[in-house]
């Protein structure tokens, strides 16, 4: 998460959506940057509103920060965390999809009870506002130029991505079956995704 104080910017960190080069492109700039422990650099809109939103909006003197972040098409999310778990770094064995397709992955995640490996949560309850104050601007990651051509203007720097944290190759193959109960189980992801422009 990015705080730009004069600008009034907040981005939220979306989880496996470019958010390490964005923030390693931006921290010179941010007046506050949470990059660590992962549940605070990944802090969803609710808990954002809920706790960080009225401590800045008092400290500037009752204006309101504009908020942004970035949402990825649902199957390619699911399938850079499935790549992303591939890795043979991966410290907690019990997270690692080594040895396993994208289909079995996707079925795990679709589970009443994920294990470890699938359990990576939903873009639309990350960026779901509830019934209160949500995101001002929410940019698809497929079209990240848009994103960057906004934060130029608003920040009025340029900015060039590097490339980190970047999931391996793998195939990200699903049955039919597979993709049609993905699309009816989370409709919400994809119901949210396609409202961006």
């Not at 941010?30 to 400290?59: E, G």
């Not at 690692?96 to 949560?121: C, I, K, N, W």
């Not at 506002?129 to 001002?136: F, K, L, Y």
């Not at 900015?159 to 989370?186: H, M």
């Amino acid at each position: 998460m990015l705080v730009f104080w004069k600008e009034r910017l907040v981005f939220l960190a979306t989880p496996k959506t470019g958010t390490t080069a964005i923030e390693a492109a931006l921290q010179p700039l941010a007046n506050v940057s949470i990059q660590n422990p992962p549940a605070l650099k990944h802090t969803p809109v609710r808990r954002y509103q809920r706790f960080l939103a009225p401590y800045l909006r008092s400290a500037a003197g009752g204006e309101d920060f504009t908020v942004v972040a970035l949402m990825r098409e649902p199957i390619d999310w699911l399938g850079s965390w499935y790549r992303y778990r591939q890795r043979d770094a991966i410290p907690i064995k019990e997270r690692s999809t080594a040895g396993m397709d994208f289909d079995s992955f996707v079925t795990a995640y679709l589970s009443d009870e994920r294990p470890p490996y699938a359990d990576v949560g939903s873009q639309a309850r990350f960026l779901d506002p509830g019934n209160g104050p949500g995101i001002d601007r929410v940019f698809r990651y497929e079209n990240i130029r848009a994103f960057i051509d906004f934060l130029e203007e608003r920040l009025d720097f340029e900015i060039i991505l590097p490339r980190l944290n970047v999931s391996p190759e793998g195939s990200t193959q699903l049955s039919q079956e597979t993709e049609a109960r993905l699309r009816r189980e989370r409709a919400e992801d994809f119901a949210l995704y396609a409202t961006l422009d």
